[in-house]
C-alpha cells in the first residue's frame, strides 16, 4: 500500500520534527515473519532476548552521551556487523512509537539492508539522490516497515551501475531528512574500504563503529578509529554476527 503523508507526523502537531518538510511518499511493505526473519534482526526476531536488550542499552548510551540525533553506523573492514548495528539501533529508537525514524542506507559497494529484511526498496537512495539534483522539493520515497512503523530508505541491491555520489547534494538530502526525523541512523560503508564515511562525518552528529566478536583485530580497529577521528567516534559496538 502507497500513501502520501506529511512528514510533520500525526495530527500535524507543531512540536513533531518535519513540520514545514514536503510530503514523503510511503510505501508499507511486508517482511519476513518474526520467526523467518535473519537472526541479526534481534529486535523483532526475538524482542525479549539479552542481543535485543543490548541494543536498547546503547540506545540509553547514546542519549547519554548528548542524544544525536543523525548517526553514521560503519566498521573498520566488511562483515564486521555495521548493519545489524545499524537495523537493531533504529528500532530500538523506533520502538516507543514516540518519534520518528528513519534507516537510510549509504553504502556503495556492499547494500545489504534490503537483502536482510525481504524486500525491495520502493525507491532506490541513489537514484532519489540523483533526482534531487534537480528537484530538491521532490519527496521521497521510502518503504515504511511494521510493527515499529520504522522508515528505510535503503539502496536498490538489483543494480549493478550506481551513480557516484554528489557530496554536497548528499549533504543536502540528510540535512532535509534531519528535519523530517527525530533520529535518522545511516549504515554506510567500513570505514578503510569504502568512501562514503569521510562525505557523511560532516552531516552527522557522530559515529558509531562495530566492532566483530572473535573477529575484528585490534590494529585494524585502532586504525580504523584514527581514521575516523576521536573527537566523531561516539562509541564502539561489539557485535556477535
Not at 508499507?28 to 535473519?38: F, G, P
Not at 537510510?104 to 556492499?110: I, K, Q, S, Y
Not at 534537480?134 to 518503504?143: D, L
Not at 528505510?152 to 551513480?163: C, F
Request: charged share 20%; proline share 7%.
Amino acid at each position: 500500500m502507497t500513501e502520501v503523508r506529511s512528514a510533520a507526523g500525526p495530527g500535524a502537531d507543531p512540536n513533531w520534527p518535519g513540520q514545514a518538510v514536503k510530503a514523503a511518499v510511503v510505501e508499507r511493505v511486508r517482511v519476513r515473519t518474526a520467526a523467518d526473519l535473519d537472526a541479526r534482526a534481534a529486535i523483532l526476531r526475538d524482542p525479549l532476548s539479552a542481543r535485543a536488550a543490548s541494543f536498547r542499552v546503547l540506545r540509553h548510551r547514546l542519549a547519554d552521551r548528548g542524544d544525536p540525533k543523525v548517526l553514521v553506523v560503519t566498521s573498520a573492514g566488511d562483515g564486521e556487523g555495521k548493519t545489524t548495528c545499524a537495523l537493531n539501533l533504529a528500532w530500538a529508537l523506533a520502538e516507543s512509537g514516540r518519534n520518528r525514524v528513519l534507516l537510510l542506507e549509504v553504502n556503495t559497494g556492499r547494500p545489504s539492508l534490503a537483502g536482510l529484511l525481504g524486500f525491495l526498496p520502493p525507491g532506490c537512495f541513489f537514484e532519489q539522490l540523483t533526482q534531487h539534483r534537480t528537484e530538491p522539493a521532490r519527496p521521497w520515497t521510502v518503504a515504511q516497515v511494521a510493527p515499529h512503523d520504522l522508515d528505510v530508505l535503503a539502496v536498490q541491491p538489483r543494480t549493478e551501475a550506481r551513480p557516484p555520489l554528489h557530496g554536497p547534494n548528499l549533504l543536502a538530502a540528510i540535512a532535509s531528512l534531519r528535519a523530517a526525523y527525530a533520529y535518522t541512523v545511516i549504515d554506510t560503508s567500513s570505514i578503510l574500504t569504502g568512501l562514503d564515511v569521510p562525505l557523511l562525518e560532516d552531516a552527522a552528529d557522530g559515529i558509531v563503529v562495530a566492532a566483530r566478536a572473535r573477529h575484528t583485530r585490534g590494529r585494524i580497529l585502532t586504525a580504523a578509529l584514527e581514521q575516523a577521528g576521536a573527537s566523531r567516534v561516539l562509541g564502539v559496538v561489539l557485535v556477535d554476527v
